[in-house]
């Protein structure tokens, strides 16, 4: 039968006290559009709770939470349900209900917590644990037996919501994968270096293959990374600052910085000594350093170097004493974007008249996640990550030989290129399409929400240095004009100079498929900045508070065992570790969930993120979406 206006107003008024929108008129909620069409659910859901007499204010809230719109459309959309206009034009079949007997609810409420039915005074009364009549607002005196119900209602929720957040947890826990996109190297010698460095059958080994084709990259860039530059900016040089970051030690990185010299070896362009290099403009110098004026030294001899640290504490550690130190990291940060030296920094330093006006730093360390986080948090690194080329690896298997490739084939493939830019200066530009390409991939970056971090930081710097390398082996070979001298080429086409000669231009416009995969490495090492991010403190608790923070942040939600094996913060002990779990959830940083059947067993806590104050969403208890479990408890009838 059908339901006039008035009818339901009395409804709704007998069943349910007054509240600020008890009535429905058509100046209380803002009315419809006539062009917004109301989908049949949600009419169903404002016509059921409306016939069990709910009030408007919370017809309009079940609305807003269960089809997730502003308040004000929710708002629309009951008023154009329930008006007169609309009520007319609406069969409803109410049910008979009598003053008597309670409004049966059900399954799904909003906002409120867990109701349950006593007969108080003759009457059923739904009442929540404060004994606060959930129709009338009227306060009942609970007795021992009601109040144990509410508490075994309580036990139930929680075990539920624990079972919810663990699956959650679990699923969400998983480790990121990045892996590093090898095959957009397949058109050049880095890859096929890395496929000889790791071996074939009986004689592979375990060092990643990512490892292999950046340390070729970073030396073949500090050879002759300054030969090499896009159009538009040609102080923009294609070397790096690469990191090899392991779990633990002893899986390589050793080995890939010796092998990358390998393919150098006599060919006159890597060298530790030499008084006079024959390759003026290309080659490099071999070094590690413990101090700018050591570094500054030797680069008044030469030009180009390659830093060169097994582990890179050896450098870094340095960055804490004062002044020297300040002044070799303040030293490597600039030489990483420009090539003017600043002799002045070294008090008492000699700089002779002939000094060279630029030169070209390059630096390839490795070491492990532990030795990363610990001197990083010891030393000032701010913008040094923006730098870095970080190569991260969980792989932690050896063999127990390792087989020496021949570098023959891969020198072959190295030489002819690299001692033609002695000559030549390759000076390369994007194509339209490469350059849109590329353009809008940084735009939508920047335009995220996490593009203000050190992760993103001069990131499309190391994109160009990237294209300047996949330009060095994709361009065609310029060609050679009447005034060379061919008689300096080798048979195999190895460029042998005499004296410094005038430079020529080698041009290329590199293609909008180049440009993507260089993208590709880029989005990686964004990914690999980001999960690699050393954390701050100047005590070890607060070093393991902000290594909590990061992960838990990171996961949302993660279990205690699991975030202090990924963290590695059980190096600093139990005490340490706990005390500062406990700290940040006393800050209202983060929530600790336990096991309510075992809450002393920390092998089962759970900690969740719960934001801090001015900048992140604290975190709340979920009690709507469409995940199992959620919405407004049923009420449980006695």
Not at 348 to 356: E, I, L, R, Y
């Amino acid at each position: 039968m059908s339901v006039t206006p008035e009818q339901l107003r009395h409804q709704v008024s007998r069943v349910c006290p007054p509240l600020p929108l008890t009535l429905v008129r058509a100046n209380d909620i803002p009315v419809a559009e006539a062009s917004e069409e109301i989908p049949k659910n949600v009419r169903a859901q404002i016509e059921n709770l409306a016939k069990q007499g709910r009030p408007i204010a919370k017809i309009v809230r079940a609305v807003q939470t269960l089809h997730k719109c502003e308040k004000a459309k929710a708002e629309r959309f009951v008023n154009a349900v329930l008006n007169p206009g609309a009520i007319e034009n609406t069969s409803v079949e109410p049910e008979v209900e009598s003053n008597d007997e309670p409004v049966t609810e059900p399954e799904v409420h909003f906002g409120m917590g867990t109701l349950r039915q006593f007969e108080i005074a003759g009457r059923r009364v739904w009442l929540d644990r404060n004994g606060i009549d959930d129709d009338t607002g009227e306060q009942h005196k609970l007795t021992n037996a009601q109040l144990a119900e509410f508490t075994k209602i309580d036990k139930e929720q929680a075990v539920r919501e624990y079972s919810i957040l663990a699956e959650e947890s679990e699923k969400g826990a998983k480790e990121i994968e990045n892996p590093y996109p090898v095959d957009a190297w397949e058109q050049t010698p880095y890859f096929k270096f890395a496929q000889i460095c790791h071996g074939l059958g009986k004689d592979q080994n375990y060092i990643p293959l990512e490892y292999f084709i950046n340390g070729l990259m970073t030396v073949v860039g500090a050879i002759c990374g300054n030969r090499i530059v896009p159009e538009f900016n040609q102080k923009m040089e294609a070397r790096f600052i690469t990191l090899l970051l392991s779990e633990k030690g002893g899986i390589g990185k050793g080995t890939v910085l010796e092998w990358a010299k390998e393919p150098f070896i006599n060919t006159n362009l890597v060298y530790t000594n030499m008084a006079s290099p024959i390759y003026k403009k290309i080659g490099c110098y071999v070094g590690d350093f413990g101090s700018a004026r050591g570094m500054l030294e030797k680069l008044m001899q030469y030009p180009r170097m390659l830093q060169e640290y097994g582990e890179l504490s050896t450098a870094v550690e340095k960055f804490t004493i004062a002044g020297s130190g300040q002044a070799f990291r303040d030293q490597i940060l600039n030489l990483a974007d420009s090539q003017i030296p600043n002799w002045s920094t070294i008090k008492g330093m000699k700089v002779s008249s002939d000094a060279p006006k630029e030169v070209h730093n390059s630096i390839i360390a490795g070491t492990t996640d532990d030795r990363f986080q610990e001197m990083m948090m010891q030393s000032s690194w701010e913008t040094m990550i923006q730098r870095m080329n970080i190569i991260p690896t969980k792989e932690s298997r050896t063999v127990w030989k390792l087989v020496v490739p021949d570098f023959t084939p891969i020198q072959e493939l190295l030489l002819p290129r690299i001692t033609l830019l002695e000559q030549y200066r390759l000076v390369w530009s994007l194509s339209p399409e490469a350059e849109e390409i590329a353009k809008q991939w940084h735009e939508n970056l920047q335009s995220s929400s996490d593009a203000s971090g050190e992760d993103v930081g001069r990131i499309q710097v190391y994109l160009f240095r990237l294209l300047s390398h996949m330009a060095l082996w994709t361009a065609p070979l310029p060609s050679i004009d009447s005034e060379t001298d061919k008689s300096r080429f080798t048979a195999n086409g190895v460029y042998i100079p005499e004296g410094v000669t005038p430079d020529k231009i080698w041009r290329y416009e590199i293609p909008a498929d180049t440009a993507r995969k260089a993208i590709r490495i880029a989005e990686y090492q964004i990914v690999a900045r980001r999960e690699n991010m050393p954390i701050r403190g100047t005590t070890i608790f607060g070093q393991v508070e902000n290594l909590i923070k990061k992960w838990t942040f990171k996961q949302k939600s993660m279990r205690w065992v699991e975030l202090k094996r990924r963290s590695h913060i059980d190096r600093f002990g139990h005490k340490a570790c706990h005390d500062s779990l406990m700290n940040l959830q006393a800050q209202g940083i983060l929530v600790v969930k336990a096991d309510p059947e075992e809450p002393s067993d920390q092998r089962n806590w759970y900690v969740v993120w719960a934001g801090s104050a001015g900048k992140y969403q604290k975190w709340a208890e979920g009690r709507g979406g469409a995940r199992p479990g959620a919405g407004r408890k049923p009420k449980i009838a006695a």
